[in-house]
């Protein structure tokens, strides 16, 4: 059985950098064609994709956020980390990790099958 | 980017009812195109893949069809557990979701 896990802190200050952790179980990341993602959603907004890691550390990320974001992966502790610098207001969201859906192909992007309850995370001074 | 426009962006209707839900691509996405059912305080829930493919233990009412910048979301018989909102994701080049359809009870 799948299973993710999001943990990190509940608010941050403007311009701090936001490290978020998701804690996975029931697979891999080091078997093709695994991928982990990291989606958010605004409160009345639909949801963004931010970042997506495969099992050989091929990465893709949002265009209109990589300059801000970083994925990163720890396969001995089933571990996907999210880094947001420079953090906003606007930056305020619940922030799900999820279980790309297993297709061998079409490396741009996936559906995802599996996601964490989630962690809201407020950006405000 | 690809844009992504669903509608309507919400509509009413009763148990037992047909709904159909559109989902445009501003450019072809080729058949890339997933759905999704999310509740109040929920992470969405995948439904279709493939733009027609069904997740498994997702009810046989739920339907989608499409290719290229033209998808549906079809519902054949509403239950009381299907209102909720609907996204429709591409993952074509990168991603984006719609907006969004709330189907509410009439």
């Known amino acids: 059985q799948i299973t993710l896990k999001e943990s990190g802190p509940t608010q941050v200050k403007p311009t701090e950098t936001l490290t978020l952790t998701c804690t996975f179980s029931?697979?891999?990341?080091?078997?093709?064609?695994?991928?982990v993602g990291w989606i958010r959603q605004s409160p009345g907004r639909a949801p963004e994709c931010l970042a997506l890691?495969?099992?050989?550390?091929?990465?893709r990320y949002s265009p209109s956020l990589k300059s801000r974001v970083t994925i990163t992966k720890d396969t001995s502790k089933n571990l996907v980390i999210l880094s947001m610098i420079n953090t906003d207001p606007l930056d305020t969201a619940t922030y799900y990790c999820?279980?790309?859906?297993?297709?061998?192909?079409?490396?741009?992007?996936?559906?995802?099958?599996?996601w964490g309850q989630g962690t809201m995370v407020t950006v405000s001074s | 980017d690809i844009q992504m426009t669903q509608s309507p962006s919400a509509l009413s209707a009763s148990v037992g009812d047909r709904v159909t839900i559109t989902c445009r691509a501003s450019?072809?996405?080729?058949?890339?195109l997933a759905w999704y059912q999310q509740k109040p305080g929920q992470a969405p829930k995948l439904l279709i893949y493939q733009a027609s493919s069904l997740e498994s233990g997702v009810p046989s009412r739920f339907s989608g069809s499409g290719s290229g910048t033209e998808f549906t979301l079809t519902i054949t018989s509403l239950q009381p557990d299907d209102f909720a909102t609907y996204y429709c994701?591409?993952?074509?080049?990168?991603?984006?979701f719609g907006q969004g359809t709330k189907v509410e009870i009439k």
């Open positions: 890691i495969y099992w050989d550390d091929d990465k």
């Open positions: 450019q072809s996405v080729s058949n890339w």
């Open positions: 999820a279980h790309r859906r297993d297709y061998d192909g079409n490396w741009n992007g996936g559906a995802f099958d599996i």
């Open positions: 029931g697979f891999s990341l080091t078997s093709r064609p695994v991928g």
């Open positions: 994701q591409h993952y074509n080049s990168y991603s984006s």
